[in-house]
C-alpha cells in the first residue's frame, strides 16, 4: 500500500504563487507516474499534470508555462508549483500515483492506483 498526503493548499491572490506538495509513503517501488488532478465545484476532475518515475512531465494546456511539476526522489515528495495563478485555477487538488499509462488514459484516472485526501486551492480575483 501506499499513502499520499498533500499539502501547501491555500488562499492566493490572482497572479500569486503556491507549491503544493505531496508526499508518498508505503510500497512507493510499485509507483511509475505521479499526477496531480483537480476538481472544482460542479465541474469534473482534470487532469494537470503528471511527473514519471524518470522525471518525464506532462501539463494540460491551460497551466503550461505557469504550473511546474518536480521530485524528490530522497524525500519521497512530488511538488506543484503554480505560479501566475487565476481565479479558474481554484480546485481542491489531488495527487496520485500508480503505474501510469497514456496522457489519455491517467485524464480519466486509470492506472493512478493510489490518491490523497486533497488540498483546497482558492485564487480571489
Known amino acids: 500500500q501506499v499513502q499520499l498526503v498533500e499539502s501547501g493548499g491555500g488562499l492566493v491572490q490572482a497572479g500569486g504563487s503556491l507549491r503544493l506538495s505531496c508526499a508518498a509513503s508505503?510500497?512507493?517501488?510499485?509507483?511509475?507516474?505521479m499526477g496531480w488532478y483537480r476538481q472544482a465545484p460542479g465541474k469534473q476532475r482534470e487532469l494537470v499534470a503528471t511527473i514519471t518515475r524518470g522525471g518525464s512531465t506532462y501539463y494540460t494546456d491551460t497551466v503550461k508555462g505557469r504550473f511546474t511539476s518536480s521530485r524528490d526522489n530522497a524525500k519521497n515528495t512530488v511538488y506543484l508549483q503554480m505560479n501566475s495563478l487565476k481565479p479558474e485555477d481554484t480546485a481542491v487538488y489531488y495527487c496520485?500515483?500508480?503505474?501510469?499509462?497514456?496522457?489519455?488514459?491517467?485524464?480519466?484516472?486509470?492506472?493512478?492506483?493510489?490518491w490523497g485526501k486533497g488540498t483546497l486551492v482558492t485564487v480571489s480575483s
Open positions: 496520485a500515483g500508480g503505474k501510469g499509462g497514456t496522457i489519455a488514459t491517467m485524464r480519466l484516472g486509470y492506472g493512478m492506483d493510489y
Open positions: 508505503g510500497s512507493i517501488f510499485s509507483i511509475n507516474a
